[in-house]
């Protein structure tokens, strides 16, 4: 096993997708500089800048899929899809049903996405749910190194569009972008174990859709994604010293969402809480009641700690406006007592 | 052209080197770690501000991007609320939940935004609702000529021109977007594409206040007239900070050592690697990269400062110039003391 950071881990595994596909391209603002190491390798046919212009390179992405290509389209921040959500929305989704199932999007739309860092509303968001709520959308959310390789390898082997989702708190280089800034003087709560960690010798695509448990556990299932994965095994650490026994659901994927392992979990422990850096109402949390209801697992307890409100500038209230460890104990001790 | 009075000058320094000032106390704040997130600068771009803002009369709606801080300290807003704002405080200019992008003053008509070519739509908004309102006034949309690309700002040229609309649209041209040089992923001239939707446009040297003042002196009649149309200013300029304060370019030249090894074993076994592009190909897109770092050196350049330019240009008034120094430095820094202390204060409770 050899060690990487996050974003390492993704550049490691798309030089060795590209090496092995030369159909795959890359195309986005300032990638440049961005991927200027895969600009090394492949030149600038194979990783092309654009102009701010979203809607127009992210719709072409769409077709130059259709063509035959597999574009990797960058968004630099999730929260600027707003300006291109057409070309997911009304094409990239919808094109296979269209065709009556002849053609598919093999596009992957790779984004960063989360917050913690100070950056205000407009640069925070997760959306996650959002995305996945229109039918014939994937969207992968990748929490430790290992698994950012090895997804990106399954989001572009996918015959049909992917959203690729990188935290800022993970990938390095975001977060010197956007939160340091070179400094010495700020920290964030950067999660060591998403950060940095294990890959395989050779990556290798993991199957589309299914989730990962991080940790076993009997009393309360933590179901998670992302950064707040990080968040619900800190907490989960601190319940086992009140004999509270946690186990803890890395989704991965928020579409498709692995049903069958959240079942398992919740028909074990009775007991869920859903821990979501997305929105809360009409979301991912939502999503997870549901399929619970439907499949009659009861009684249960059922809660959810999310984001409820525009992400607030102030550190501190952002703070706890996002999941954040003590909000995660404060529910799972309501539910023991 | 109109003679510029003495006063009007005075009035645009002192407007310039408020903002100016306020800015490197944002550049200490920042530096210091009180400021969290990115922080863009409007550092360099004071003429074209204070040039627009000298014009405007009370109820116009000014629009602008991610480089707000001037804008809002030229209109009038109280400083202490944007200082306090710019760390977060509740009783900052928006209780510390927007921060310096995402900075509204109702009473004034000023929005901000994080979004590239947002200013454009939102300038339209209240350029439509003055008309329909039946008042003189006009709507200002400030952006950087990178925004120019986005499909929701070309959208607005077209809608303020087939609506007649009062909107000033002004295009800050330091032709950068972060990394990128804005003239190698831009086809055709701005100016052109914009005389295609039916606006009168024109170009300015934005680094010359008096220059600015001129340009818009002459697009006022046009907006505020009974059937007003719009108008575009391109008008080039410098942000000395680069994009934003840290700027990975800039940072390149500042502490060449540090940045440049992280980056270079990766970028040579990157160019080496067995399989690829052809080498040729591969080495030229590398040098691009670098000769675009060698580029961005220049804007740490001041030669095109706009206060130092008019400094340099109007030495007659140096005693006024050296006089409103004093008295905004004065100003300012009373102001972020008592800033910091209550922030200090409050931290220690
Ligand atoms: C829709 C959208 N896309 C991308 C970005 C990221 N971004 C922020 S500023 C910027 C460059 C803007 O360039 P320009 O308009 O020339 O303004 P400047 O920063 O040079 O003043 C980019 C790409 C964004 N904020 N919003
Ligand atoms: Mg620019």
Redesign the interface.
């Known amino acids: 096993m050899r060690k990487m950071e996050f974003a390492e881990a993704i550049e490691s595994a798309l030089k060795h997708a590209m090496t092995n596909d030369p159909d795959i391209f890359l195309m986005g603002e300032d990638v440049h500089t961005l991927r200027i190491n895969l600009l090394a390798q492949f030149g600038k046919e194979r990783v092309i800048s654009t102009s701010i212009s979203e809607s127009a390179f992210l719709g072409a992405g769409v077709t130059a899929a259709m063509a035959g290509l597999r574009p990797i389209i960058e968004i630099m921040l999730i929260d600027f899809i707003g300006v291109a959500i057409d070309a997911l929305l009304n094409h990239a989704s919808k094109i296979l049903t269209f065709s009556g199932g002849k053609w598919n999007v093999p596009l992957v739309v790779r984004t960063s996405c989360g917050g913690g860092y100070g950056d205000g509303g407009q640069h925070e968001q997760s959306l996650w749910g959002w995305l996945a709520h229109i039918p014939g959308l994937h969207v992968v959310v990748p929490s430790n190194p290992s698994d950012a390789g090895q997804l990106l390898l399954s989001a572009i082997e996918s015959d049909h569009p992917v959203i690729y989702l990188e935290h800022k708190l993970l990938a390095d280089y975001w977060l010197d972008y956007m939160g340091t800034g070179g400094r010495e003087n700020v920290s964030f709560d950067v999660p060591e174990k998403g950060a940095i960690g294990e890959v395989p010798e050779k990556w290798e695509s993991l199957p589309i859709g299914k989730a990962n448990i991080l940790r076993e556990g009997d009393d309360i299932t933590l179901i998670s994604l992302g950064v707040s994965v990080h968040r619900c095994l800190e907490a989960a650490n601190i319940l086992s010293e009140d004999e509270i026994s946690v186990e803890v659901l890395d989704l991965r994927w928020v579409s498709p969402l692995d049903k069958e392992a959240i079942i398992t979990s919740v028909s074990k422990t009775k007991r869920v809480i859903v821990v979501d850096e997305d929105y809360m109402r009409f979301g991912l949390s939502g999503e997870i009641a549901a399929i619970l209801a439907e499949e009659n697992i009861s009684p249960i307890q059922f809660g959810r700690v999310c984001t409820e409100h525009t992400i607030p500038f102030n550190r501190h209230l952002e703070d706890n406006v996002l999941p954040n460890v003590n909000r995660i104990l404060a529910l799972a001790r309501k539910f023991k007592s | 052209m109109t003679l510029m009075r003495e006063k009007t000058i005075l009035e645009l320094y002192e407007a310039m080197y408020t903002s100016r000032y306020l800015e490197k106390i944002v550049t200490q704040l920042?530096?210091?770690?009180n400021i969290?997130?990115?922080?863009h600068l409007g550092i360099g771009e004071e003429a074209i501000i204070a040039g627009v803002l000298s014009h405007l009369i009370p109820g116009d709606a000014i629009s602008t991007d991610h480089r707000s801080t001037p804008p809002f300290v030229m209109r009038g807003v109280d400083i202490e609320s944007l200082l306090l704002?710019f760390l977060?405080?509740?009783k900052g200019l928006?209780s510390?939940?927007?921060?310096h992008?995402?900075l509204f003053c109702k009473e004034l008509l000023l929005t901000s935004?994080?979004?590239?070519?947002s200013s454009g739509p939102s300038a339209v908004g209240f350029a439509l609702a003055t008309k329909y309102q039946k008042t003189k006034n006009i709507a200002v949309a400030f952006f950087g000529e990178?925004?120019m690309?986005?499909?929701?700002l070309l959208e607005s040229l077209n809608l303020a021109s087939s609506l007649n609309l009062p909107v000033l649209f002004i295009c800050k041209d330091n032709n950068w977007?972060?990394?990128?040089r804005?003239n190698?992923?831009?086809g055709g001239v701005l100016l052109d594409r914009v005389r295609g939707f039916g606006i009168e446009a024109r170009e300015v040297d934005g680094s010359d206040c008096m220059a600015v003042w001129q340009a818009v002196e002459t697009a006022i009649p046009r907006l505020r007239k009974r059937n007003p149309a719009p108008y575009f200013i391109q008008a080039s300029c410098t942000h000395n900070e680069g994009h934003?304060?840290?700027?990975?370019?800039l940072?390149f030249h500042r502490s060449p050592k540090k940045e440049l090894g992280a980056?270079t074993g990766?970028?040579t076994?990157?160019?080496l690697?067995y399989?690829?592009?052809?080498l040729d190909?591969?080495i030229s897109?590398?040098s691009?990269?670098l000769a675009?770092i060698a580029k961005a050196r220049a804007q740490l350049s001041f030669s095109n400062d706009p206060i130092r330019r008019l400094e340099k240009t109007q030495t007659h008034l140096k005693d006024q110039f050296a006089q409103i120094k004093l008295k905004v430095e004065k100003k300012i820094n009373s102001i972020s003391e008592r800033v910091l202390n209550l922030v200090q204060e409050e931290a220690s409770l």
Request: proline residues 5%; charged residues 20%.
């Open positions: 920042w530096e210091k770690g969290y997130g990115e922080m704002e977060g405080h509740p928006c510390g939940l927007g921060g992008m995402h935004s994080g979004i590239v070519g990178g925004s690309n986005q499909g929701m977007a972060i990394t990128t804005s190698e992923v831009t934003f304060l840290g700027d990975p370019l940072r980056v990766p970028l076994k990157s160019v690697h399989k690829g592009g052809r190909k591969r897109s590398v691009n990269v675009l």
